[in-house]
């Protein structure tokens, strides 16, 4: 079946500008999560939605960073007045509700965002 | 908090040597372990996991062990191939008083370079 999918895929912003990046989940995954992969680091957690509830925004660097799922399917990042520094890939996962305590998380391909 | 530190790279082998990725982890808890795999170009995909102590998971001829004296879980593999060239990353999830237990935590990821 389908994975996550995320777009566009490359995207490049002069600094000051806004930018939003999408997220398809797969189909029926209740969980939703947004990570930053700064060049040569791992991920790391950004935010996290319950369908369309978002639970944990702890991650989000700054006020300029929202997060949304309004309908608990697609979710869009929204990045104001980018800075240098938001420069990173921006990977989206979703995980399905398991019995146990621990959700697999499945990976989209992330957006690479470069501010100029 | 949790945290996750994997051997620094890069690693490189010739076809058919052996392979060993370090990783220790910090938690509170008991949390799953995984591997993740990020080829060029693509997104991050799911290796192999382990969800307790003294498991051992196994995917694509990689196995690694929950080893929870030692609080580590090295990525082992007998015979490398070319097309395993890749970054490495090594995650823990869960492990956490409080709840919190869906972020994954990241190692900073090892490049494997194998020639022929």
């Known amino acids: 079946g389908a994975g996550v999918s995320q777009s566009p895929r490359y995207k490049v912003a002069k600094r000051g500008q806004d930018v939003a990046l999408r997220c398809d989940p797969i189909?029926?995954?209740?969980?939703l999560f947004w990570y930053q992969q700064a060049l040569g680091q791992g991920p790391e957690f950004l935010t996290y939605?319950?369908?369309?509830?978002?639970?944990?925004k702890s991650g989000l660097p700054s006020d300029r960073f929202f997060a949304e799922r309004p309908e608990g399917s697609v979710s869009t990042l929204k990045i104001q007045r980018t800075q240098q520094e938001d420069s990173a890939v921006y990977l989206c996962?979703?995980?399905?509700?398991?019995?146990?305590?621990?959700?697999?998380?499945?990976f989209g391909p992330g957006t690479r965002l470069t501010v100029t | 908090g949790n945290s996750v530190t994997q051997m620094e790279g890069p690693v490189t082998l010739s076809e058919e040597a052996f392979l060993t990725i370090n990783c220790t982890y910090t938690?509170?808890?008991?949390?799953?372990l995984f591997w993740y795999v990020q080829y060029p170009g693509e997104g991050l995909q799911l290796l192999l996991k382990?969800?307790?102590?003294?498991d051992k998971g196994s995917n694509k001829g990689f196995e690694a062990t929950y080893r929870k004296e030692t609080t580590s879980f090295h990525l082992e593999k007998g015979s490398v191939q070319v097309s395993d060239s890749a970054v490495y990353f090594c995650?823990?999830?869960?492990?956490?008083?409080?709840?919190?237990?869906?972020?994954?935590?990241f190692g900073k990821g090892t490049l494997l370079t194998v020639n022929p």
């Open positions: 996962a979703s995980s399905v509700r398991t019995s146990g305590q621990t959700y697999e998380q499945y």
């Open positions: 189909s029926g995954h209740v969980s």
């Open positions: 939605f319950q369908n369309e509830a978002q639970l944990d």
């Open positions: 938690a509170t808890g008991y949390p799953s």
């Open positions: 382990a969800t307790k102590a003294d």
């Open positions: 995650a823990l999830l869960g492990g956490q008083s409080g709840g919190s237990n869906y972020k994954l935590t």
